[in-house]
């Protein structure tokens, strides 16, 4: 073998026997860097343990499912003075509504969205602040609505308002904060720090709750309408009453402001007097067009038998009633109104004016004076 040749077969055996023990190397390294397991799995392993929370993560609720849950948690709430609205709160079976909606009664009738019907007691009500709490046993451990602890709303946020205006209950009206930080005074209640909204609210939407169209979170209680025109609405940031709330479910009010020592209301001027001024007051509502006024002067049994919209429907024709003589007489202790009244009634043949005799059961009703019953005759 020539020199040359020999010196080149050296250094290539050379760089053989180099390579094969620099491989052998890194491949003992590399086994000590996996610690007894493969690095591809290693990797799926951390992929499968990011990817697991996923699947207990809620799928958001939609809008339709927002508004069915909390229907089922908005009553109306009918006192002395008109109707109103209100919701669950807790799991006592505590309801939130606006003072002015239960003001001067501590009993109150509460409808639910399944038509049930129960007897509220208010345990808590302001005099300055436009909050009050109802308790209704039966609905105690019922899951109440999520409130909103902290003031979250934003100009622009989209939200409900539910409630039951001009009585017609389980309504529901969307629009956004279209401002915040409103205050004025309606006497005797102060209102300070509002949510101003575009939702459409009106008689018989007080006390009802503003709701979150995202989260369905309770932001406030709805409680002022600026007019009906302007389409401009204000609710009460519920992180701003809840403390107060919170303290009369947990030591309920022993008297109540402007409610008689006995548990009832005692209505101005009981009796055949207060039976006559109810019926006149009735036919005055008419007359100014108030018929929410009108029909919350109405007994439960009636209210039952007619909806607020069919109630209205049917003086939408009828113009100026002219009421006669109120006569009334005890019946136990309900008293008989009778009045004999001319009412102008616009007919497609023109205009007639038409005498009835109508007479009136009028009766306490959860301390407050109710026009029970009535029915009327045509006079000729």
Do not use: C
Request: hydrophobic share 35%; no cysteine; aromatic share 6%.
């Amino acid at each position: 073998m020539r020199k040359g040749t020999a010196i080149s077969v050296f250094f290539s055996m050379l760089i053989i026997g180099l390579g094969a023990v620099g491989a052998y190397g890194i491949h003992l390294w590399t086994e000590r860097q996996l610690s007894g397991g493969p690095l591809l799995a290693t990797g799926q392993v951390k992929a499968q343990a990011v990817a697991a929370p996923k699947t207990a993560v809620n799928a958001k609720k939609t809008r339709k499912e927002i508004i069915e849950d909390s229907q089922k948690r908005v009553v109306t709430i009918e006192s002395g003075d008109g109707l109103g609205s209100g919701f669950l709160y807790n799991a006592k079976g505590d309801l939130l509504t606006n003072a002015h909606v239960v003001a001067g009664s501590r009993e109150v009738t509460v409808r639910t969205m399944d038509h049930r019907e129960y007897t509220g007691q208010v345990i808590g009500i302001g005099t300055d602040l436009d909050v009050a709490v109802v308790r209704v046993p039966e609905l105690k451990d019922t899951q109440p609505l999520t409130l909103a602890r902290s003031n979250k709303a934003e100009v622009g946020d989209e939200v409900l308002a539910l409630g039951s205006p001009l009585g017609l209950e389980n309504t529901v009206t969307t629009g956004i904060i279209s401002g915040v930080g409103r205050s004025f005074d309606i006497e005797p209640y102060s209102y300070s720090n509002l949510y101003q909204i575009s939702a459409p609210i009106t008689h018989g939407n007080s006390g009802g709750p503003l709701v979150s169209a995202d989260t369905g979170e309770v932001l406030g209680i709805n409680s002022a309408a600026a007019t009906e025109e302007a389409g401009i609405g204000f609710s009460i940031p519920i992180a701003s009453v809840l403390k107060k709330a919170e303290e009369w479910s947990q030591r309920p009010m022993a008297e109540l402001p402007g409610v008689s020592g006995g548990g009832y209301d005692t209505a101005e001027g009981d009796g055949l007097e207060g039976s006559r001024s109810l019926v006149a007051s009735f036919y005055q509502s008419l007359n100014d067009g108030d018929y929410v006024t009108a029909y919350s002067l109405l007994g439960s049994e009636w209210q039952s038998g007619t909806a607020y919209e069919d109630f209205r429907s049917g003086y939408l024709e009828t113009g100026y009633i002219s009421v006669g003589t109120l006569s009334a007489e005890e019946q136990g202790n309900e008293a008989l109104v009778t009045v004999d009244i001319t009412a102008e009634e616009r007919r497609k043949t023109g205009t007639v004016y038409q005498t009835y005799r109508m007479s009136y059961s009028v009766g306490a009703q959860n301390g407050k004076l109710k026009i029970l019953h009535g029915k009327g005759k045509k006079v000729d």
